[in-house]
């Protein structure tokens, strides 16, 4: 904090930036200038002037070079003075699933006219957007060519099994939201403890497909939620597409271990969810 950039890209390819906590900085939190295949993911880029300068400099000139590739998820871009993303970049950058400090998204003056979060100019790419701040809770290295059951019970009530082919090693992320990053559910129906991201940067045909998520839970959340039966607990999944909070097609829950599963054909936001008798 408290620099002209928090964290500069000049000319340097393939970083990860996770879950760094940059603000307060004279210029950008983030710079990005000819540099390419970058990711940030899960920071929090907050009260800088700009929140991502991609192609720019502080000194006002224009140096952009090679920024394809670069890939900006589930970061919280709020509170920064003039824009959430300040683009010079010749082609759409992906900023889509990012938190923009309000749950109507990011301010643009033709594509998102009712945003009240930070700004941002032509040529980036943000909708779809989170309707909550998402916390990383765990990331764990997967290798190539192998089965990794993922326990992050302490961390956020999950466990993540996912098998790997030879073309298949990276990271899984798991963030959890403090409120629903989507619409609401129907009437008849209810959330059970928290809201759980499942991100990778694996490529998806290096995956094999499906991927076992299972979310714990406890009797005082059954209690608080009003749940009679917990056989009848199924997991959703968040659709970016269609606005909706979905159940996942294979789904089910054990009653004895305390805990509902879903086998999953792609990363994405998936809840806990019970129906709720009707008075």
Avoid at 149 to 165: G, K, L, M, Q, S
Avoid at 205 to 213: K, L, M, R, S, Y
Avoid at 248 to 253: F, H, M, R, T
């Amino acid at each position: 904090s408290e620099n002209g950039n928090g964290i500069d890209l000049l000319s340097s390819d393939d970083n990860l930036l996770l879950d760094n906590t940059i603000r307060s900085n004279e210029h950008a939190g983030l710079t990005f200038e000819n540099s390419k295949n970058n990711r940030a993911l899960y920071n929090s880029v907050t009260m800088n002037r700009v929140g991502f300068s991609i192609g720019t400099h502080e000194t006002g000139g224009v140096r952009v070079g090679d920024l394809s590739g670069n890939r900006l998820y589930g970061n919280a871009i709020a509170r920064n003075e003039t824009a959430g993303i300040d683009s010079e970049a010749a082609i759409e950058i992906d900023a889509t699933l990012n938190w923009w400090g309000d749950r109507s998204g990011p301010q643009h003056a033709s594509l998102n006219v009712g945003g009240r979060g930070d700004g941002l100019r032509d040529g980036v790419r943000f909708d779809p957007w989170m309707a909550a701040r998402p916390a990383l809770k765990w990331t764990e290295s997967v290798d190539a060519g192998t089965t990794t059951r993922i326990d992050a019970r302490c961390e956020a009530n999950a466990e993540v099994t996912i098998a790997t082919n030879s073309d298949g090693s990276g990271r899984v992320y798991l963030a959890e939201f403090p409120q629903n990053p989507g619409a609401d559910l129907a009437t008849d129906a209810t959330i059970v403890g928290r809201w759980i991201d499942f991100a990778t940067d694996i490529a998806e045909d290096g995956i094999e497909w499906p991927v076992t998520i299972r979310l714990y839970y406890s009797d005082a959340e059954l209690r608080a939620a009003g749940v009679a039966d917990e056989l009848l607990l199924r997991m959703h999944r968040w659709d970016w597409g269609d606005g909706a909070w979905l159940p996942c097609s294979e789904s089910g829950v054990d009653p004895r271990g305390d805990f509902a599963w879903a086998s999953v054909r792609e990363a994405g936001t998936v809840a806990l969810v019970a129906p709720v008798a009707r008075r």
